[in-house]
Structure formats: C-alpha cells, structure tokens
C-alpha cells in the first residue's frame, strides 16, 4: 500500500483547505487512501464540507509529533509555511481544539493497527536469529499534563522528567528488535504493572518468533501464556529463583520447568573488560528453547544483549522526538489520542528507515539514524515538499537518501551503566559524566552448578 501512492497537486488543496500533501515522505507510508479508510472504518469522516476535514486533522496529529514544543497553531504554521501564494484556512487555536475531539482517537488507533509490524525481510541483518524473528518486550513510564481531568485517571510519579512530580502513563511495546519497529504497544495508568499490560501484547505473537523479556516479566503464567502463542521465550530469571534440576545438557544449561512449561536454564558469569577495569555480573537465563545442539547456551546468551533494542526504541520516543517534554494533552481522552498518534509516527519513520536500508544487501539497519531520519522529516512538513506528481514510486525517497548518505558505524559495545547526562531539571543533573570510550572485549562463563 505504501508503494502505490500517487498524490497529484490538485489533491493537494481542496475545499480552500490545507490538505496533507505537506508530509512529503510520510504520505509515501500513511496516504491519503489509508487515512480515508481509516476515518470510514471508525465512523469518522466529517458529515459536511469544513476548513478542518478529518482527514487534514489527522495529518496534523501526525505533524503535532514532529513539532513537540509547539502549541497546536504554530504546528499548523508549519504545516502551511510552504504554501505560499494557495488559500489555505487559519483556524484558531480553539477550533483546532475542537477538530481534533471530533476526530477523537480510534482513526489513529486503526493506522497503527495497520502500520505496526517487523517490517523486515528474512535476509535483513540484525533481525533473525536461527530462523527466528527476535522480538522484545518492556515498559516505560510517559509524563502528561497536571491537569485535574488527567489526575482522575492518571497517578503521580515521583522522581519523573527530571525531578517534577507529573501524573504518567505507562507504555508496553512489542519490538522488533533488529528494525526497531513496533510490533505491538499498549499503554493506561501506571497504577496497574507492567506484567498487568504484557499479556495484551499476546495477541501479536506467533510461531516464528523468540521474545526477549526481563526478570520484572518472569512469571510462570505470563510465560505459559507466550508459549502457547507458538512464539519462544528467552527471559532473565533472578539469581536466586530455586528452579529444579531435571538433568544437565553438555553446554552447561540444565533442563528444568516452570509448572507444567518446559524449560532450559542457563546460568552464567559475563565479565566486561577494558582499560579502566573489569566488571562480572551474574545472570540466570531461562528459555523454552530445550535443545542444547540447536540453540547452544553461549548463543542464548549473547542473543539477550539485544533485549536492549527495545530501550533503545524509547530513548528514541522520549527523548529524540518528543525531547523529553511532557505530552500536550489536558483530557484523558486528548492522551489517548496523541499517544497513538505518537506510535504512528514513529512506525511511519521506522517504515521509511527500514525500506531504505533493505535496498543495500547487507546493510544493519543499526547503522541508520532515527535523528536524520526525524529532523528529515520536518524539513520536508516546513517545505512542502516531496509530493507525489507522477507514477514513478522512489521506495528510498528523500529520508532514505539522507540516511543512506550518512550511515552509522557498527554499534559499539555500551561498556558503561546509563546515567542521566542532560536531566531536564537544572537541579537534577549529575554532576561529573565519564565520556571516555573504552575499547572492551568481553568473556563469558556458563556456571555448571546452578546457583540457588
């Protein structure tokens, strides 16, 4: 669908309106058709002819995302900027207000439907493993507006951006860990857990798949739940979880279970060295992987490093789009629908950045940079550029050209913990950050006798 997008100009302006030509690159990924079926679907086509049809508040959700720091006017002045000499409608900020409760949040709950997937091919690098699409799952905790309509269904967070006390919502995704696209995600108030929302996320997973988890997931139940969806699970266990020894394979991993589950443990020492030291940490691994010849345990854990993927897809969220601001909405309900309008977006960018690595073999869609990919994007809203006129489909276009152009070295290894270096609170950052880059190598020791 993304490739058969044809935009001609006079699309582009219709009923004296502006009409979303402006995005460019994303109507390549989210058209103008996508968007109607999605207004038709949910019940949300505008009834009579308006200076704001559903379809261009939409495209404004879309645009709100790239414009972070901005109230809802000064995005639409970006959304026009490059339209000069056309008639287009001024609304006021009020009428934007209203336009976007009428088009309220299921449209967009419908694209992301649409949209969200891996989003790769079986020779893409980085997003196989032994015939394996390698998918993690996490959370993380969004600040919204102190608002009195926000506290009735949102709590406060202490220690949250920076410091300030803000209610927050709390967001799982379902990640494809080599593309970083979001398979799935759903998110409510943070006084529900995290392993509340996981089960949700079930929905998405099926045979084909190995889900990388952290030990806050690491309940028999949920576990049991992901394996009866066909998918496989690797999962970090706490050390001292007493899990029976059923018998010992020759890699060093024993066969155990989790109720009735089936199930392989590893236990193991991972030490980082570089010139500023050592550091040893212990992990227990537990997966549904039982065949050590197949899946050796070494394999197993150097495949649990990329669990880091998904934190990566927030830092990206949270921090390179929106920031680290706090979200716009006032209502619960304007939370809803510029959270999905968020994942939209940046499923839309990710779309664009994995279409544009897979036209090089070999090329690690790590190597592409989500901030030239962003800031690429807001160029072509503030121009106006990139509108479809003919019927030769570029699958790159010009955030793909951008990212080819300047690609990313291979990943370095993190060798450091994550601190805070620019906390929005002035009073809230750390004050001495060790910027070294150290060049480490890294051992790792499969512990025969299970500590328990």
Known sequence: MRANSVIS?????????????????????????????????????????????????????????????????????????????????????????????????????????????????????????????????????????????????????????????????????????????????????????????????????????????????????????????????????????????????????????????????????ITVHTSNGRHTSGYRLVTTLTDHRTHPATDLIRLYHQRWEVETAYLEIKSTILDGRVLRARTPAGIDQEVLSLLVAYQVLRLAMADATSTHTGIDPDRASFSIALHTARDLVIQAAGIIADTVIDLVGTIGRHILADLMPDRRIRTRPRVVKRAISKYNAKGTIDRTSYKATISIDILTTPTT
């Not at 000064?74 to 336009?99: C, D, E, I, M």
Request: charged share 20%; hydrophobic share 45%.
């Open 9 to 269: 100009r006079e699309v582009v302006v219709a009923a004296g309106a502006f009409a979303p030509g402006h995005l460019g690159e994303l109507t390549r990924i989210v058209p103008f058709e996508m968007v109607d079926e999605a207004l038709e679907q949910t019940g949300r086509t505008q009834a009579r002819v308006r200076d704001l049809p559903s379809r261009v508040v939409v495209y404004l959700m879309l645009a709100g995302c790239l414009f972070p720091g901005m109230g809802w006017p000064q995005v639409w002045q970006r959304l026009t900027a490059g339209l000069s000499g056309l008639k287009v409608a001024a609304p006021t900020a009020g009428a934007l207000l209203q336009a976007r409760r009428r088009l309220g949040a299921e449209p967009l709950r419908w694209l992301f439907d649409l949209l969200r997937g891996p989003a790769a091919g079986i020779a893409t690098p980085g997003v196989w493993w032994r015939g394996l699409l390698v998918c993690a799952i996490d959370g993380t905790v969004m600040p919204v507006p102190d608002s009195a309509a926000n506290l009735t269904v949102f709590t406060r967070q202490r220690g949250n951006n920076g410091g300030a006390n803000y209610p927050s919502l709390r967001l799982l995704a379902l990640v494809s860990c080599g593309t970083r696209t979001l398979v799935d995600a759903v998110f409510g108030p943070t006084a529900n857990g995290e392993t509340t929302y996981a089960p949700r996320l079930v929905r998405s997973l099926r045979e084909g798949m190995i889900v990388l988890l952290d030990r806050n997931f690491a309940s028999q139940a949920l576990l049991a739940e992901i394996a009866r969806s066909g998918a496989q699970v690797l999962v970090r266990v706490k050390n001292g979880r007493k899990l029976p020894v059923l018998g010992r394979c020759p890699d060093g991993s024993y066969r155990s279970a989790l109720g009735a589950l089936a199930v392989r443990v590893i236990d193991c020492e």
